[in-house]
């Protein structure tokens, strides 16, 4: 038996192969597409990408027609150089290049000699096309703003590069793709499917038909259109507000989660990026290194949040209970929390409780709410850590999740974290009360902001930040849809609601109030440093405020940061109310407000950031002179790279 088994194993073997290598050669032929067969060609067709709409319905993105110049360098023949360069308006010198790049990718195989022609370019080259051999045109279709604002949520088309097209068999030399914003997080919904035709071509080159009589081919299938969840009006408006100024507007539906606002400034018009002039912009853009126009703060600058954070503070020391709502503490226009060390106050001062400590942001209330909670535990590692948890259960020290392809997770600290800046130990809550009105080591980003403010709204859970509402034909991700829920009980949250609505009536955003709508927020100011030249120097504090309303049944929260904006009242607390109402009530009442920030301009500040910009570059040039001669490396100020950092941002 055994003599018999192995034989019959290899013939059964050997047959199969013969079969297979039969099949392959002689019965199945697609695996002819997959080669440089000299006797095909390939001709793609590119869909439509599906159109963007806001949540109310209005075309915010839709498409151009557009072509690009298509080379096969073996293909060329007897080509009138000088003629086709004035043709096209290049030089020969770019021609070469171009050539030599196609020859590289493949002297056989299609790609891009030159992109982006509008249609009177085309028609002009249309007429010549038969006299240049291996050139033809291919048809694209580019994106057409129907908007001038929102670049930020948009994101651009750019072409593939090589890396990516070795990474994803699906796209080529030459084919378009969405980056940042939601064009690269939807971009395989937004793409469609192209199509592709298989044509014959006999020895002289000549096509005569298509191949298998077209059995290989497929139709181009458009992309899917997509309602984003953005109110394309606020979202105009907003940006409109922050003309001349630098900062970030996020805005949330509370019940869903839905951004209805992402408003970075400065920003600038989608158009810029379309066309033929699109990598001349982009460059522009890119080396804007102290406006930064493609930085979106949204989303991505991380900053003290100031005064909001004193109710995430009043929250967990209400959960841990070491107050209540009767707890009172003195204010003496501050308080001093160790021997030489005393934190200062603008408000009243006198005895107050946890409703006065909030419409008031009294330091003194919530700093000793703080230490607390942390004296509460034996180890203050240990409760840093329990303050901590309670902390990120808002989302906070963590990247969120949300459908757009940036963004920062911001820090909240920990015990790990002490344990690195305190090393030998020894720590007690007195060297982190700051983290109390949120300084110290707490930084936000601006979505992180309004999501804590959701939050609230929803007295204790929130849904994922998200710009999409709906998928044509397909229902949006589980995640979005999925409640998230604090550990903070949801009894605690009325007496913090009930002191952010005085905020608008008794307290630091009295002045700020709309007639009929209930507006509970918080004004915040977060101190601002740079170490310039190995000086600790002060700049201009960062105005922060956050809202939600209307205060029973919230439609709306909000968070507005501005750059060197001062008192949290004065301008970004303005925007907020502005922004509230135009969502609301979609008209301003409160065009005193309105007038004011529509002509306020902190251009003047930002000039004086870069001429400190320019006294960091001396000092950076002055320490790699340092390096350079090896004279004394170890007093490289580290902190000079951190200043840079800071007051560019």
Avoid at 237 to 259: Q, S
Wanted: aromatic share 10%; charged share 25%; hydrophobic share 35%.
């Amino acid at each position: 038996m055994r003599k018999v088994l192995l034989p019959s194993l290899i013939i059964i073997a050997a047959s199969l192969l013969v079969l297979r290598i039969f099949y392959l050669q002689v019965i199945d032929d697609s695996f002819k597409l997959k080669s440089d067969n000299n006797a095909i060609k390939i001709k793609y067709d590119y869909p439509e990408r599906g159109y963007i709409y806001d949540r109310n319905g209005k075309l915010l993105v839709s498409n151009q027609a557009s072509y690009d110049i298509m080379v096969i360098p073996r293909e060329i023949n007897k080509l009138d150089t000088i003629e086709f360069c004035a043709l096209l308006n290049i030089t020969k010198e770019d021609f070469i290049k171009k050539i030599e790049k196609a020859t590289i990718y493949s002297p056989r195989l299609p790609s891009v000699f030159l992109t982006q022609l509008n249609k009177i370019e085309f028609a002009a080259f249309q007429e010549k096309i038969r006299k240049y051999e291996g050139f033809y045109f291919q048809k694209r279709s580019l994106r057409d703003y129907e908007v001038n604002y929102g670049a930020n949520i948009f994101g651009f088309i750019t072409q593939v590069n090589e890396n990516l097209i070795a990474k994803n068999p699906y796209y080529n030399s030459g084919d378009l793709i969405g980056k940042q914003g939601v064009e690269e997080s939807y971009e395989e919904i937004l793409r469609g499917i192209k199509g592709v035709k298989y044509i014959q071509k006999d020895k002289y080159n000549r096509e005569i038909g298509s191949f298998k009589e077209g059995k290989y081919d497929t139709i181009a299938v458009q992309g899917e259109d997509i309602n984003l969840s953005i109110d394309a009006e606020i979202q105009k408006y907003g940006e409109e507000l922050m003309i001349n100024k630098r900062g970030g507007i996020v805005a949330i539906e509370p019940k869903t989660g839905e951004i209805l606002a992402l408003v970075t400034a400065p920003s600038y018009d989608p158009s810029i990026l379309v066309g033929r002039q699109r990598s001349k912009n982009y460059t522009q853009l890119y080396r804007d290194s102290i406006a930064k126009p493609l930085y979106d703060r949204g989303l991505l600058a991380e900053y003290p949040p100031g005064s909001p954070f004193k109710i995430l503070t009043g929250l967990v020391a209400l959960q841990e209970g070491v107050i209540n709502e009767q707890t009172s503490v003195a204010c003496n226009h501050g308080f001093s929390y160790a021997r030489g060390r005393f934190m200062r106050c603008h408000c009243h001062g006198g005895m107050l409780q946890l409703h006065r400590g909030i419409y008031e942001s009294c330091n003194a209330f919530f700093g000793t709410s703080y230490m607390k909670t942390i004296n509460k535990y034996v180890k203050p590692g240990y409760a840093v850590d329990v303050w901590s948890n309670h902390v990120k259960s808002f989302g906070l020290g963590q990247f969120m999740g949300y459908d757009l392809p940036t963004g920062r997770k911001g820090n909240i600290p920990d015990s790990k974290t002490y344990k690195r800046i305190y090393p030998n130990g020894g720590w007690r809550s007195t060297a982190i009360v700051s983290n109390a009105i949120g300084q110290g080591e707490v930084l936000m980003t601006p979505i992180q902001l309004a999501n804590m403010m959701a939050t609230i709204a929803n007295k204790g859970y929130y849904y994922t930040p998200h710009i999409i509402k709906k998928i044509e034909g397909k229902p949006i991700d589980k995640k979005f849809t999925t409640k998230h829920v604090t550990t903070i009980n949801k009894k605690y949250f009325k007496p913090i609601i009930d002191g952010l609505f005085d905020v608008y009536n008794l307290g630091t955003a009295y002045h700020l109030k709309v007639e009929g709508i209930d507006i509970c927020g918080k004004t915040g100011t977060a101190e601002n440093f740079a170490k310039i030249g190995g000086v600790r120097t002060q700049l201009e504090d960062h105005s922060i405020f956050v809202a939600f309303a209307p205060k029973n049944n919230p439609k709306i929260a909000i968070a507005v940061m501005v750059e060197n904006g001062g008192y949290g009242a004065t301008i970004a607390g303005p925007i907020a109310s502005l922004m509230i109402e135009k969502y609301l009530r979609k008209k301003i009442t409160r065009t005193d407000l309105e007038t004011r920030i529509l002509s306020k301009s902190l251009q003047g500040q930002y000039a004086k950031l870069g001429g400190l910009s320019e006294t960091v570059k001396r000092e950076m040039r002055k320490q790699d002179s340092i390096v350079q001669s090896k004279t004394n490396p170890s007093k490289i100020n580290k902190d000079t790279v951190k200043s840079i950092k800071k007051v560019t941002r």
